[in-house]
């Protein structure tokens, strides 16, 4: 092609580079670039900067001198600035220094962050959640928990104070920076404690300040650096809230019990600094020694008494009443009742002391027993029944049991308990007292006497006895037969049906009535098992043959009813 079509041709890209380069000379200025100016006037709150193109561009002077940066530039200054656009509206550039100190101040804090280095900073102003920083010209958030170790209220103090920070994250692309200040002094402050730490040695007493107060203990500041007393280092005795010992701004006297040199915890004592009372404790306090004590605390298992200050004994809840088993220890004493204990165990090792309360006081079986003997009759009311007897409710609030075999002489005592209900008054005997198991026993049938024991005695060996016949009174006429007693003693007995004649004609319960008496024939008597039976068919039966033996028998002639027409008249004439 010649010269003059290649003059027609539209310029390239390179071409227009160039003449670019023609027209802005050496200083090349491109939009979105830092560039150096020269400030040519100061015009009231702006200064005009000359950056080597055809219009001058305006920047603010508070971007110079804003949060405590440099002072104001004069006319004359070189300046780097940030160029936005080469011309705007109204033909200027418009160009900003807070934008160049950013990606100046970008470019830095990337390095920081990498190289895990702290950053200078101000916070200067508070937003939601935090407070932004500017650091150098790039504006970061700090997060409200990042401000300080513990929750500050006020931070006004520091607003506007050049300080350190810690850069957590950084976020180019969408121009995201946090950072902390409570990373550097948590820095600083380990290497503090670290160094104090050092310098400090279990078993040396040294003085502090009471910094905090907790349920557990009290921070105590040993000069930079806190320990912990524990609320049981207080002191010997029962502390049940440090607050009733301390108070926050207290200067005291501590002993470093223990110092855990990987994690900076100091473990404090007090009480390490008095004589310990437990020392020679068991020749102090003797076992069955009585002593006089205040009760200092009352838990669901006992109540703890504080004999002197520094020792303190437990009272189990079964060592508290002789009576009262199953009730809570608040029920028997009350916090700060005064009392009297005795010395049950001494344990100087586990720096334990049981103590008793009961003992203090009568056993109130010991006293039943003294004022009512084995045979002495009492009285009291039925507090319960059970599958195996009443129990009854007796003086000293102790409580006496009559089985169900002393509740009736005659009658199964399943059958006898029914007679009674809970709250019923019952009389009793006393059958026997065992105080060391705390159970009294008694019986109600026992105060009527024992039937057995007032039988009559009959036979040849003065016995009422097996064989022997006796009268009996009809108490009770049933199918089954007759309920009897013996006439002349308290003896019971139920003849059976096929027990009332010798022929199963009469052997009906219908032919007796009640109040009636009838001669029967003893079969079975036991004074040992207490059993009585007695039969009206065995006593015609033994009649029958004795009139046999005496007046002969069938095969000799004579009818049964002539025997038995004499037997009868023989009975009656003796």
Not at 17 to 37: D, M, P, Q, R
Not at 286 to 303: C, L, Q
Not at 492 to 509: H, S, V, Y
């Amino acid at each position: 092609m010649s010269s003059a079509s290649n003059a027609g041709m539209s310029p390239s890209r390179d071409d227009f580079a160039a003449l670019l380069a023609e027209s802005y000379g050496e200083n090349e200025a491109f939009e979105g670039s830092v560039v150096k100016g020269r400030v040519v006037a100061i015009e009231k709150d702006v200064a005009v900067i000359d950056i080597g193109l055809k219009t001058e561009g305006r920047v603010a002077l508070k971007e110079f001198t804003g949060h405590g940066r440099d002072p104001a530039p004069a006319v004359g200054d070189e300046v780097e600035v940030y160029l936005e656009r080469v011309e705007n509206a109204l033909g200027e550039a418009v160009i900003s220094r807070d934008k160049a100190r950013r990606e100046e101040s970008w470019v830095k804090l990337e390095k920081a962050f990498e190289a895990n280095e702290k950053v200078d900073g101000v916070i200067f102003n508070q937003v939601k959640g935090g407070f932004t920083v500017d650091l150098d010209g790039a504006v970061a958030f700090l997060p409200r928990s990042q401000v300080d170790i513990r929750p500050i209220r006020d931070v006004t103090p520091l607003l506007g104070v050049p300080q350190p920070f810690q850069i957590l994250k950084m976020d180019r692309r969408r121009g995201n920076i946090v950072v902390s200040r409570r990373t550097v002094l948590e820095e600083s402050r380990a290497e503090q404690r670290h160094e104090i730490v050092a310098n400090l040695e279990e078993g040396v007493t040294i003085e502090g300040v009471v910094k905090n107060i907790t349920d557990y203990g009290a921070f105590v500041d040993l000069g930079g650096i806190d320990g912990l007393l524990h609320v049981t280092d207080i002191a010997w005795r029962r502390v049940n809230h440090p607050s009733e010992v301390l108070n926050i701004g207290q200067t005291v006297k501590v002993k470093i019990i223990k110092i855990n040199h990987e994690t900076h915890r100091i473990s404090l004592g007090m009480k390490q600094l008095l004589d310990d009372p437990w020392q020679g404790i068991e020749a102090k306090y003797p076992i069955e020694s009585r002593f006089h004590g205040r009760v200092t605390n009352i838990t669901d298992y006992g109540a703890f008494v504080e004999l002197e200050p520094g020792i303190e004994g437990l009272i189990h809840v079964s060592e508290m009443s002789w009576t009262k088993k199953n009730v809570h220890p608040g029920k028997i004493v009350s916090t700060s009742q005064e009392v009297d204990v005795q010395v049950l165990e001494v344990d100087s090792v586990k720096r334990r002391i049981s103590l008793g309360l009961k003992q203090t006081l009568q056993n109130p079986w010991e006293a039943f027993a003294e004022k009512h003997p084995v045979g002495s009759d009492v009285e009291g009311e039925v507090k319960n029944k059970t599958e195996f007897g009443l129990f009854i409710g007796l003086d000293g609030d102790v409580d006496g049991m009559v089985h169900l075999s002393d509740l009736d002489w005659n009658r199964p005592g399943e059958q006898a308990i029914e007679d009674y209900k809970k709250g019923d008054v019952v009389h009793a005997r006393v059958l026997d007292v065992d105080v060391e198991k705390e159970r009294i026993s008694l019986g109600v049938k026992q105060l009527g006497g024992d039937p057995f024991a007032s039988a009559p005695t009959t036979g040849e060996d003065g016995e009422l006895k097996k064989g022997a016949i006796v009268t009996c009174e009809i108490l009770e006429v049933k199918d089954g037969g007759l309920e009897v007693k013996i006439v002349g003693s308290d003896l019971q007995a139920f003849i059976k049906r096929n027990e009332l004649a010798r022929d199963r004609a009469d052997q009906r319960p219908d032919r007796f009535a009640v109040g009636e008496k009838v001669d029967a024939r003893v079969t079975l008597f036991d004074r040992k098992a207490r059993k009585v039976a007695v039969s009206i068919k065995a006593l015609e039966v033994a009649e029958e043959k004795e009139a046999i033996a005496q007046y002969g028998s069938a095969d000799s002639g004579a009818s049964l009813g002539d025997i038995l027409g004499a037997a009868l008249k023989a009975r009656e004439t003796k």
